[in-house]
């Protein structure tokens, strides 16, 4: 399979603001990435509205096993798989987290940014946990 993009975004929707912040640094130097928080065309098949100020609330009352979270779940799992690097956005939840887990295990290269709350041993799958936006952007600007 050969990967479609550079980065796989991740993190909770509660941060949104954040993570769409960083989504626009990538846009700018023209880096190609997979984000939950602009695939929009997933969201439209899930049933669900992207630009719902409480979509968060609304996923969490969903039934596992409901289409729409079983569509989300494809969809962003073919994203993560798709793409060369992982970028964990902090605070984030169980489920970012998770994909951590399965873009380490799958041979990805693993970054996060942001404060985490914590020491936690897991937290070396990441070769580098940048500080804040301006040593993202610093290094992505190296990237290519």
Avoid: W
């Amino acid at each position: 399979m050969s990967e479609k993009y550079e980065f796989f975004i991740a993190g909770r929707t509660r941060n949104k603001e954040n993570i769409l912040n960083i989504c626009k640094i990538f846009e700018d130097l023209n880096i190609s990435h997979y984000c939950f928080l602009k695939n929009e065309e997933s969201h439209k098949e899930a049933g669900l509205d992207l630009n719902d100020n409480n979509l968060a609330d609304t996923f969490e009352k969903l039934e596992l096993q409901s289409d729409a979270v079983k569509t989300i779940f494809k969809n962003d799992l073919e994203g993560e798989k798709n793409s060369k690097n992982y970028l964990l956005v902090l605070p984030a939840g169980k489920s970012a987290h998770i994909e951590a887990g399965i873009a380490y295990g799958l041979g990805k290269k693993c970054y996060a940014i942001g404060e985490y709350d914590v020491t936690d041993s897991l937290y070396l799958i990441f070769d580098k946990i940048f500080a804040d936006i301006n040593e993202l952007k610093e290094f992505l600007e190296n990237y290519k």
